[in-house]
């Protein structure tokens, strides 16, 4: 390789050094320019977070890539590149597994990597991420000296300290992310990402970012399962409360007079078992955020002792007369339409107001586009590193079956699918495979990707009006369950959804009405 070939390589992207570009930009051109220097069938930024590496950029690698996130730990290769100070390569009949095998874009048959080198980024003299590259020949970097590749680096790392720096600029974001890490660290919670690309969900950041620096009350609506507890989790980080605590409670998950003393407390004697004095979640989160899942649950009665907490800040512990004050941002989430529950006189319209001051509509996986194949890579990593596999990864014919699937249970039904999958393919082979590729039929989604809708089951009039009204009504509530449950599959999310019902509502009337 010769100096004007290096030289010409680099040019451009000193270019960009002094430009405003979008990170996502800045990155793919860092890794085209290195393709054009050191030609290879994939390459990758990745960033060190913590112990984990996270894909920032890749080029010539499967989609999902970016959204898997690699414990240092769990790969050999990762941990020798950035234990060195410079360039590696690894021999070609290396032991050592390779994080990338089975990923080489485009390919289902070739599918082990046989060429691998990287170079560890350094920023202020301390560890950053890694440069990867990687070919399916086995002498592919044969020819390239390391000290091109070293060079490279060197000018990646001011390409990124250029981003970062423009980027704490631009969004004014230390010191929230440094209070967010404080209260991270204090709880022992690992950081919950959220994961995408598409205009949806950065509309969604964008939003989260605008009413995260306010104190104003978010309701965040939208379907089951998109992910609304971890929208509430990166609102709070993005507020100034985040070195405060986020208190969380499930309003579904208890009956009235237990959500009154979960939320508000109570003293010794107020009710039966009530042995001492207990503060509520207000009190608890008092100073930071009281996340209320599922808030269409709450009975009238309920919610007018909350408007009065939220109005005022104060409250009483069950049993008590006296007065607490209380300094709490509320964050509330529902799958329910409040709107129509108030024209029906099942919620109070103060309380719904009150709620709704900033509503956040998550949007549905079915309208991320390939945000989904972002989502599949985290959890396939998820479970490749639980399951003890080289490489765990998608077939062509899978990723166009998770791209034209509709996502009735959103984003928890895509991590319960591949991790089901990936247990049932593994199940499958005779011996234990380096790679384990899932196709199509391993995910066994349904097929078509729209439902066509189903008339209700024809119930004879006489069922309905034979013995009591109370069991005529239960025996046509099983009938109509089931019936919607066989036309879903008995997938109990989908069921729900049709029905206008909580999935865990319907669970508990099933149970209710003694079906299995």
């Given at each position: 390789?010769?100096a004007?070939?290096?030289?010409?390589?680099?040019?451009?992207?000193?270019?960009?050094?002094?430009?405003?570009?979008?990170?996502?930009?800045?990155?793919?051109?860092?890794?085209?320019?290195?393709?054009?220097?050191l030609?290879?069938?994939?390459?990758?930024?990745?960033?060190?977070?913590?112990?984990?590496?996270?894909?920032?950029?890749?080029d010539?690698?499967?989609?999902?890539?970016?959204?898997?996130?690699f414990?240092?730990?769990?790969?050999?290769?990762?941990?020798?590149?950035?234990?060195?100070?410079g360039?590696?390569?690894?021999?070609?009949?290396s032991?050592?597994?390779?994080?990338?095998?089975?990923?080489?874009?485009?390919?289902?048959?070739?599918?082990?990597?046989?060429?691998?080198?990287?170079?560890?980024l350094?920023?202020?003299e301390r560890?950053?991420?890694?440069?990867?590259?990687?070919?399916?020949?086995?002498?592919?970097?044969?020819?390239?000296?390391?000290?091109?590749?070293?060079?490279?680096?060197?000018?990646a790392?001011?390409?990124?300290?250029?981003?970062?720096?423009?980027?704490?600029?631009?969004?004014?974001?230390?010191?929230?992310?440094?209070?967010?890490?404080?209260?991270?660290?204090?709880?022992?919670?690992?950081n919950?990402?959220?994961?995408?690309?598409?205009k949806?969900?950065?509309?969604?950041?964008?939003?989260?970012?605008?009413v995260?620096?306010?104190?104003?009350?978010?309701?965040?609506?939208?379907?089951?399962?998109?992910?609304?507890?971890?929208?509430?989790?990166?609102?709070?980080?993005?507020s100034?409360?985040?070195?405060?605590?986020i208190?969380?409670?499930?309003?579904?998950?208890?009956?009235?007079?237990?959500?009154?003393?979960?939320?508000?407390?109570?003293?010794?004697?107020?009710?039966?078992?009530?042995?001492?004095?207990?503060?509520?979640?207000?009190?608890?989160?008092?100073?930071?955020?009281?996340?209320?899942?599922?808030?269409?649950?709450?009975?009238?009665?309920?919610?007018?002792?909350l408007?009065?907490?939220?109005?005022?800040?104060?409250?009483?512990?069950?049993?008590?007369?006296?007065?607490?004050?209380?300094?709490?941002?509320?964050?509330?989430?529902?799958?329910?339409?409040?709107?129509?529950?108030?024209?029906?006189?099942?919620?109070?319209?103060?309380?719904?107001?009150?709620?709704?001051?900033?509503?956040?509509?998550?949007?549905?996986?079915?309208?991320?586009?390939?945000?989904?194949?972002?989502?599949?890579?985290?959890?396939?990593?998820?479970?490749?590193?639980?399951?003890?596999?080289?490489?765990?990864?998608?077939?062509?014919d899978?990723?166009?079956?998770?791209?034209?699937?509709?996502?009735?249970?959103?984003?928890?039904?895509?991590?319960?699918l591949?991790?089901?999958?990936?247990?049932?393919?593994?199940?499958?082979?005779?011996?234990?495979?380096?790679?384990?590729?899932?196709?199509?039929?391993?995910?066994?989604?349904?097929?078509?990707?729209?439902?066509?809708?189903?008339?209700?089951?024809?119930?004879?009039?006489?069922?309905?009006?034979?013995?009591?009204?109370?069991?005529?009504?239960?025996?046509?509530?099983?009938?109509?369950?089931?019936?919607?449950?066989?036309?879903?599959?008995?997938?109990?999310?989908?069921?729900?959804?049709?029905?206008?019902?909580?999935?865990?509502?319907?669970?508990?009337?099933?149970?209710?009405?003694?079906m299995?």
């Open positions: 390789m010769t004007k070939s290096l030289l010409t390589a680099l040019l451009p992207l000193v270019s960009d050094l002094s430009r405003e570009l979008p990170e996502g930009e800045r990155y793919r051109r860092l890794l085209e320019a290195m393709r054009a220097l030609p290879c069938d994939a390459a990758a930024l990745l960033r060190l977070d913590g112990e984990w590496l996270v894909p920032l950029a890749v010539g690698l499967s989609t999902d890539t970016l959204g898997r996130r414990k240092v730990s769990e790969h050999p290769r990762f941990e020798a590149l950035l234990s060195s100070a360039p590696t390569r690894f021999a070609a009949d032991e050592l597994p390779d994080p990338y095998d089975g990923l080489v874009d485009g390919l289902d048959e070739h599918l082990e990597v046989h060429d691998c080198m990287g170079c560890p350094f920023i202020d560890p950053w991420g890694l440069l990867t590259l990687d070919a399916l020949d086995p002498e592919r970097f044969e020819p390239i000296e390391l000290d091109a590749l070293q060079a490279f680096a060197s000018l790392a001011a390409t990124v300290n250029a981003a970062e720096r423009i980027e704490r600029l631009a969004n004014r974001a230390e010191d929230e992310h440094q209070r967010a890490e404080v209260y991270r660290h204090a709880s022992g919670q690992q919950r990402e959220m994961i995408g690309q598409s949806a969900h950065k509309r969604l950041v964008e939003e989260i970012s605008l995260g620096g306010s104190d104003l009350t978010v309701l965040i609506t939208g379907e089951t399962g998109v992910g609304k507890e971890l929208v509430a989790q990166a609102i709070h980080a993005a100034p409360r985040a070195d405060k605590p208190i969380s409670l499930n309003c579904a998950a208890l009956p009235d007079t237990l959500v009154e003393s979960e939320l508000f407390g109570h003293v010794r004697g107020a009710f039966t078992g009530a042995t001492n004095d207990r503060r509520g979640k207000f009190e608890l989160a008092n100073g930071g955020t009281l996340f209320l899942d599922e808030v269409g649950e709450l009975s009238l009665t309920v919610q007018a002792k408007l009065r907490v939220l109005q005022s800040g104060q409250l009483q512990r069950l049993g008590s007369d006296k007065e607490h004050q209380v300094d709490v941002r509320l964050i509330a989430a529902t799958n329910r339409d409040l709107a129509e529950e108030v024209r029906s006189g099942r919620y109070r319209a103060d309380f719904y107001h009150r709620l709704s001051v900033y509503p956040l509509l998550v949007p549905a996986l079915r309208d991320r586009g390939r945000d989904v194949l972002l989502l599949s890579g985290f959890f396939l990593e998820q479970n490749r590193s639980r399951m003890g596999l080289n490489s765990l990864r998608l077939n062509s899978a990723q166009a079956a998770l791209l034209a699937y509709q996502w009735p249970g959103n984003v928890r039904e895509l991590e319960h591949i991790g089901r999958s990936a247990l049932k393919a593994l199940g499958n082979c005779k011996e234990r495979p380096k790679i384990l590729s899932l196709s199509a039929a391993d995910l066994d989604l349904p097929h078509g990707s729209v439902e066509v809708p189903v008339e209700a089951p024809t119930v004879s009039p006489v069922a309905l009006v034979s013995g009591d009204l109370r069991a005529a009504t239960e025996d046509y509530q099983r009938q109509l369950i089931n019936a919607c449950l066989e036309r879903h599959h008995h997938n109990w999310a989908s069921a729900a959804r049709e029905l206008g019902l909580d999935r865990a509502n319907l669970g508990r009337m099933a149970k209710r009405l003694g299995k």
